[in-house]
């Protein structure tokens, strides 16, 4: 065998080698970008249970809190309001403006629900009300599965986001479409350690 054709089939395999490695990190690209896509839709389940349960919420203790509709109408335009920004960051799962906007539909939302929290204190049949409790109580069990489902979501886009900055990854993300960082679903940390609480 010539120097020529030794020569040649090195290349060859240098080449062949290589496509196979760029596809390697291709694939990889995509299914950090599908886990963490997948991660958010669990982020969706538990917030649109949340979202569900907040007109059963607000229709049970309307009849107690007639004084109190501006509270009752606040719960129900913060509910809306993250609804529509769940609904466009679930189009786009990690896209900066989208998760941005999410935060602040939820951050309402959470202040809403504390505000409503609070009023439901200053009634007594309402607190012994057990529909009301067994509302709270499912709406706090959801805020724990929320907060677990963010933290894998969060995960996942960690993991993608670093991947796609080591070297050669870097290279192929920015010829494949996974230039762009996704961004973490950050809820405003102050509100975001606990749930409301009614104490029944």
Do not use: C, W
């Not at 941005?100 to 009300?129: F, I, M, N, T």
């Amino acid at each position: 065998m010539s120097v020529g054709v030794v020569i040649a089939i090195i290349v060859i395999a240098l080449m062949v080698g290589s496509v196979f490695y760029f596809i390697g990190i291709y694939n990889r690209l995509t299914t950090l970008g599908e886990r963490h896509k997948n991660a958010f839709s669990q982020i969706e389940v538990q917030l649109q249970r949340r979202y569900d349960l907040i007109p059963n919420l607000v229709e049970t203790v309307k009849a107690y809190l007639k004084h109190e509709q501006e509270t009752l109408t606040r719960v129900v335009e913060a509910r809306n309001t993250a609804v529509a920004g769940l609904k466009a960051a679930a189009q786009n799962p990690g896209e900066p403006g989208a998760m941005k906007q999410l935060a602040q539909a939820e951050s309402g939302l959470r202040s809403a629900l504390g505000q409503l929290s609070v009023v439901v204190e200053r009634y007594p049949d309402l607190k012994a009300d057990s529909q009301t409790g067994a509302l709270f109580e499912e709406l706090t069990s959801t805020e724990n599965k929320v907060a677990f489902a963010r933290q894998a979501f969060n995960d996942a886009v960690t993991s993608y986001n670093i991947y796609k900055k080591t070297f050669p990854p870097v290279v192929v993300a920015g010829m494949t479409g996974h230039a762009s960082d996704a961004a973490l679903l950050e809820f405003d940390s102050a509100k975001i350690k606990e749930a409301p609480k009614v104490s029944f």
